[in-house]
């Protein structure tokens, strides 16, 4: 069974630093993408950032780069979210998510999110 | 990079049909065949219905059906249930190697 797992979230200031993790299992996790998607409290879903099998492709939303950094270690199956100089408008769950692969090209299996909150 | 643009709302009555549209540009939509659908109850993850347009993944109901006309991406549902009111999102690769989402459809069973 498919599953991945976040952490780290909660509650930090403006300007403040965060780092998620996903832990994965029941898959190849060095044959996957992974994504961050976030929703802020009663909003759509928002791409955030994805990362490929080796970590030698990394993309970003406009709204969050050069302040989030993605990054995974394979040994861990688990994936990270680097996010700083945080503003109030990141306050979101942020789920972490497979890229389906083979002949899918999108994003199919979720994890059910940590929950970031700025606010001072 | 803007959302897709979804309708806000869509309505229909048991056993009805409806679609839910989603627009976008020929950066995203229009530019591949790689638009997703995703349903989302209140307070869960989301769910993916639809890949690559019109495929359905392995367990999703044969009501849903996908297609794709020019930066215009559709969602159909046919025999409306009462479980299929949600939040419908869809989500397109684009050609800067990122993803992007619609608004959202919030799908009400009358």
């Known amino acids: 069974e498919v599953q991945l797992v976040e952490s780290g979230g909660g509650l930090v200031q403006p300007g403040g630093s965060l780092r998620l993790s996903c832990v994965a299992s029941?898959?190849?996790?060095?044959?996957?993408?992974i994504h961050w998607v976030r929703q802020a409290p009663g909003e759509g879903l928002v791409w955030v950032s994805r990362?490929?099998?080796?970590?030698?492709?990394?993309n970003y939303a406009d709204s969050v780069k050069g302040r989030f950094t993605v990054s995974r270690d394979n040994a861990k199956n688990t994936v990270f979210l680097q996010m700083n100089s945080l503003r109030v408008d990141d306050t979101a769950v942020y789920y972490c998510a497979r890229g389906c692969g083979g002949d899918c090209h999108g994003i199919d299996y979720w994890g059910q999110g940590t929950l970031v909150t700025v606010s001072s | 990079q803007s959302a897709l643009t979804q309708p806000a709302s869509v309505s229909g009555s048991p056993g009805q049909s409806i679609t839910i549209s989603c627009t976008g540009s020929s950066s995203d939509v229009g530019a591949y065949d790689y638009v997703s659908w995703f349903q989302q109850h209140p307070g869960k993850a989301p769910k993916l219905m639809i890949y690559?347009?019109?495929h359905r993944p392995s367990g999703v109901s044969n009501r849903l059906s996908g297609s794709k006309s020019g930066n215009t991406a559709s969602l159909t549902i046919s025999g409306l249930q009462a479980d299929d009111e949600a939040d419908y999102y869809c989500n397109s690769f684009t050609n800067r190697n990122t993803h992007v989402f619609g608004g959202g459809t919030r799908l009400t069973v009358l």
């Open positions: 029941g898959f190849t996790f060095t044959n996957s993408w």
């Open positions: 690559d347009v019109s």
């Open positions: 990362i490929n099998f080796d970590a030698s492709h990394t």
